[in-house]
């Protein structure tokens, strides 16, 4: 297997990381695979078009375009350059690795006359690579990605290696999931770490209005909170719960998010309003990262590039 990653930027750590990953043996193989990281670099111009150079040294070989989509308006077009220029210089296959995958939310018609932007980004994508990875997308009504993306797709699970942290760095942890949506995933890690969750009950009267409750708080005295999410944005749900806890006399609470998104100043304010720290994975780079996803990520290339090869 010949294989290429083309990280933008802010990925070029990850990228090394999962090289290094896919360079050791597959299971049922004696030598590693032909795999490296190209170049690919990203310039916008002052008037906001983009201009993307890519490594042309792609000749027969499978592509894999590493891009976290955090910011994908800005991104979307500079994805298809690199996706459609790789090709011009004979990549056999062009694949996405998008740790965040964005457009998830809007995956319905709210109000009349809304863009549902949810399968029309999917269709986007799937116009523009064969296949895709990704890390716990933020699903709500839509149960699969092959619900609307036409392409072949693998989603990586953050939860083991959240879970192999939280046994390593918090004793006597008790999980807590901020609001109901966050259950899926601190119930998975709480079985994986061998600790106790509960999930607060969330009431929201607007985008930064919102207030929550612990439903048993005897049971969290005498451990150590771990505030467990998948996206933390604004960070309005965890500062409201961090406030919570500490009204309730409990430690104070070690923050983990699977996807730092921290808009605006959402970091500085959540250890300004009493985390004790801030952990995240490095599905989107960040100061916060520390805990990595590249071997998950290198399983899940190996296999979809394979399919290709097949």
């Not at 062009?94 to 998830?104: I, R």
């Amino acid at each position: 297997m010949s294989l290429v990653l083309l990280p933008f930027p802010a990925q070029r750590t990850l990228a090394a990381q999962m090289v290094d990953a896919l360079r050791m043996p597959a299971s049922g193989s004696d030598h590693p695979s032909d795999v490296r990281v190209g170049r690919l670099d990203w310039r916008r111009f002052p008037d906001g078009e983009s201009l993307v150079t890519l490594d042309d040294a792609l000749a027969d070989a499978d592509v894999a375009i590493v891009a976290s989509l955090h910011d994908p308006d800005a991104m979307a077009l500079a994805l298809r350059f690199a996706a459609d220029t790789a090709r011009e210089f004979g990549a056999r296959s062009v694949g996405l690795v998008a740790p965040y995958l964005a457009y998830m939310r809007q995956d319905k018609r709210f109000h009349a006359g809304e863009a549902v932007s949810a399968p029309l980004f999917a269709r986007f994508i799937s116009e523009s690579f064969d296949w895709l990875v990704t890390v716990d997308p933020h699903l709500h009504r839509i149960h699969a990605l092959d619900e609307v993306y036409d392409i072949p797709s693998r989603v990586v699970a953050a939860a083991p290696a959240v879970a192999d942290w939280i046994r390593r760095e918090v004793e006597r942890p008790i999980l807590i999931g901020p609001d109901s949506e966050s259950e899926q995933w601190v119930r998975g890690i709480a079985t994986r770490a061998g600790a106790p969750y509960q999930v607060l009950e969330k009431q929201r009267r607007g985008d930064r209005d919102v207030s929550v409750s612990l439903p048993d708080a005897a049971a969290a005295r005498g451990r150590n909170p771990v505030i467990v999410d998948d996206i933390v944005s604004s960070g309005r749900t965890v500062i409201e719960t961090l406030g919570q806890l500490h009204r309730l006399g409990l430690s104070p609470a070690t923050c983990v998010a699977i996807h730092a998104v921290f808009a605006g100043d959402a970091h500085a304010q959540l250890l300004a309003a009493g985390a004790l720290r801030i952990v995240t994975t490095d599905s989107i780079a960040h100061p916060s990262n520390g805990i990595g996803l590249a071997q998950p990520l290198a399983e899940a290339i190996r296999e979809l590039v394979g399919r290709v090869e097949a």
